[in-house]
């Protein structure tokens, strides 16, 4: 069954340090996600991505984070300077399209020290 | 603020039983609603979806929706242990770009 890649699956961090996530979606969807999941609560959205741009961004989402697909495969999550509350799980999801589910990545858990 | 409500739980279900779990959403435009299981420490795992009124089955999962009063469930029948996890209530937005909002989740407990 395809599956998202996520690497690294664990980033331990200093506080003000970039970031790069990594994620190769499954390879014949269109839309791509990242979402995060501060331990115990909910799985936020954090951006959408679609025709190589950005289709929708969350509050969460500011100026010190970045995504790219760099090539065919790979969607990144760049973090500039990261703070101590950016520590959570960061998911990559995509789909083919509305009518299909999101298949998550395993996630990467970022911790922020 | 499109939300989705859920009861956090913990919900305790002897083995074999039936499992319901519950979910509330406020935005009329949603368009179809997932269920997802997540176990602890790992990422969610997509048990199926509905987006027309009435139920929908696949094997032990039952998903009903009910647009008129903005509610889905899912039942779980013959619920096993492994089927402890937290269920991930999401539905679809679709104004402007898609995505998938979240309730919080409803913790699971089967017990032998």
């Known amino acids: 069954e395809p599956e998202v890649t996520q690497t690294p699956s664990h980033q331990v961090t200093q506080m003000g340090q970039e970031v790069i996530l990594r994620c190769v979606p499954i390879?014949?969807?269109?839309?791509f996600y990242w979402y995060r999941q501060i331990l115990g609560q909910k799985v936020e959205f954090l951006v959408s991505?679609?025709?190589?741009?950005?289709?929708?961004k969350s509050e969460i989402f500011d100026d010190q984070f970045s995504v790219e697909r760099p090539d065919g495969s790979n969607f990144t999550l760049k973090i500039r300077s990261t703070k101590l509350e950016d520590s959570a799980m960061y998911f990559c999801?995509?789909?083919?399209?509305?009518?299909?589910?999101?298949?998550f990545g395993s996630g990467t858990r970022l911790t922020v020290v | 603020q499109k939300e989705v409500e859920q009861n956090s739980g913990p919900l305790s279900v002897p083995e074999g039983a039936i499992a319901s779990l519950n979910c509330t959403y406020s935005?009329?435009?949603?368009?179809?609603f997932f269920w997802y299981r997540q176990y602890s420490g790992k990422s969610p795992e997509l048990i199926m979806f509905?987006?027309?009124?009435g139920d929908k089955e696949d094997g032990r999962f039952t998903a009903q929706l009910n647009k008129a009063s903005q509610y889905v469930s899912l039942l779980i029948r013959d619920s096993q242990p492994s089927d402890s996890a937290t269920y991930l209530c999401?539905?679809?937005?679709?104004?402007?770009?898609?995505?998938?909002?979240f309730g919080q989740g409803t913790r699971l407990t089967i017990n032998p």
């Open positions: 999801a995509s789909t083919a399209g509305r009518n299909y589910g999101y298949t």
């Open positions: 390879s014949n969807h269109l839309y």
């Open positions: 999401a539905a679809l937005l679709i104004q402007g770009a898609q995505k998938l909002v």
């Open positions: 935005d009329r435009g949603s368009q179809s």
């Open positions: 991505f679609y025709n190589n741009e950005i289709s929708e």
């Open positions: 509905i987006y027309s009124n």
